[in-house]
């Protein structure tokens, strides 16, 4: 079954525990942790995370767009994420390794994620240690931008990569998933959707999730 993770980053943070509550239908919470410097964008941190795992039994699925993500894996983990991702471009290699290992070492699933511009064969490195991969469908750092459906061959090499080397990996989309583009990422082989806007601005929420997994 297609999973679906909900962007908070759509929700109305005003009333943040009832957005959640409202998603609950959903298989993930995605957080979108952006730092002002890796994307133009500044949006939640640590506290809020931590606020969050209060109100909801929710798969965390936190989402780091920041830079040098090594240094606040540890303290996403404790604040109460399931699963931490981190951008391939944010770091070196040796110390993206080492934030998947600290994540690791806190019990916690780590995943890379992937720039449009960045090339399927940027997550090979880090495959087999990965739990889910992430593909972006729009340019990190806002919502509600248009789908990139040049993304699709990227997603179908990173699922025939996925098969060979670490089939227990998931392959998530993120950004302007929505009713009319759900399926080209499904046939594509990814198995987590990301969903913000068209999730939260739907009238029939569990429904439109329901209508997400294709």
Do not use: W
């Not at 929700?11 to 509550?21: G, H, S, T, W």
């Not at 993930?28 to 730092?35: G, I, K, Q, R, T």
């Not at 019990?107 to 490195?125: D, R």
Request: negative net charge; charged residues 25%.
């Amino acid at each position: 079954m297609v999973k679906i993770a909900p962007s908070i980053l759509s929700a109305d943070f005003a009333n943040l525990e009832r957005d959640i509550r409202r998603v609950s239908d959903a298989d993930y919470l995605h957080v979108d942790v952006m730092d002002g410097v890796f994307v133009p964008n500044i949006s939640i941190g640590i506290p809020v995370v931590q606020s969050i795992r209060k109100v909801t039994d929710m798969f965390l699925d936190v989402h780091l767009m920041i830079v040098e993500p090594v240094r606040y894996v540890e303290r996403f983990c404790d604040a109460g994420a399931d699963l931490v991702t981190v951008h391939v471009e944010a770091d070196t290699q040796e110390n993206i390794h080492d934030a998947i290992d600290k994540i690791h070492a806190k019990g916690k699933k780590a995943g890379v994620v992937l720039k449009p511009a960045t090339p399927a064969e940027a997550a090979l490195p880090f495959l087999e240690k990965a739990a889910l991969i992430l593909v972006m469908t729009v340019e990190p750092g806002f919502g509600g931008q248009k789908f990139m459906a040049d993304m699709m061959p990227k997603v179908a090499a990173l699922r025939k990569l996925i098969d060979e080397k670490n089939p227990a990996c998931e392959l998530e989309v993120d950004g302007g998933v929505a009713p009319d583009t759900c399926k080209a990422c499904i046939e594509a082989g990814a198995n987590v959707l990301v969903a913000g806007s068209a999730v939260y601005k739907a009238a029939d929420i569990p429904a439109r999730i329901q209508e997400l997994r294709g």
